[in-house]
């Protein structure tokens, strides 16, 4: 559809703009989470390191959220590895596309982070950049729960392969 097209034509447009304006990478991931937040009407727009099942544990390196509803960034803590953690990971990927969270699909929010970040839904995916190890791209809806249609999702990937071909 014309409609869809044009927007991610204008979505991946400013992802662009915000790199050539940015002075080092650290400022261009922070903007193109910023357009997320935009975009999606999020309130929380995130990076995971690492997606590693195995790993003992993981941590959120960057994050940019709305005013009320901060999160684990803010809080600087490494979180040990959960049967469920590793689940996700895993199912992550597998998928090797967005997976959206919530009460009306197949993946439930897990109720640590229901609990710790009053988190409604969410849309995950596996960042896989040529070296190093996958990350996880991923936005909160805390104030409601919000369905995305496929529209959205799709949008949601190709912001996810523009960044994992920027952390390459």
Not at 57 to 84: K, N, V, Y
Request: aromatic content about 8%; some cysteine; charged content about 25%.
């Amino acid at each position: 559809d014309l409609s869809h097209r044009l927007r991610l034509l204008d979505v991946l447009d400013r992802m662009t703009q915000v790199s050539l304006v940015s002075k080092n990478m650290e400022d261009a991931l922070k903007g193109v989470l910023d357009l997320v937040l935009d975009v999606f009407d999020a309130d929380r727009a995130w990076f995971l390191y690492p997606c590693d099942p195995d790993a003992p544990s993981w941590h959120i390196p960057m994050e940019r959220t709305r005013q009320e509803w901060p999160g684990l960034f803010t809080l600087g803590e490494e979180i040990a590895m959960t049967r469920e953690a590793s689940e996700i990971f895993s199912e992550l990927l597998r998928a090797n596309a967005t997976v959206q969270f919530g009460t009306q699909t197949d993946h439930t929010t897990p109720q640590f982070i229901v609990e710790k970040f009053s988190v409604k839904s969410q849309l995950q995916i596996a960042l896989r950049p040529k070296i190093g190890k996958t990350w996880v791209f991923g936005l909160h809806h805390c104030k409601s729960e919000v369905m995305h249609d496929e529209e959205d999702l799709q949008l949601f990937t190709a912001i996810a392969h523009r960044i994992s071909d920027t952390l390459n």
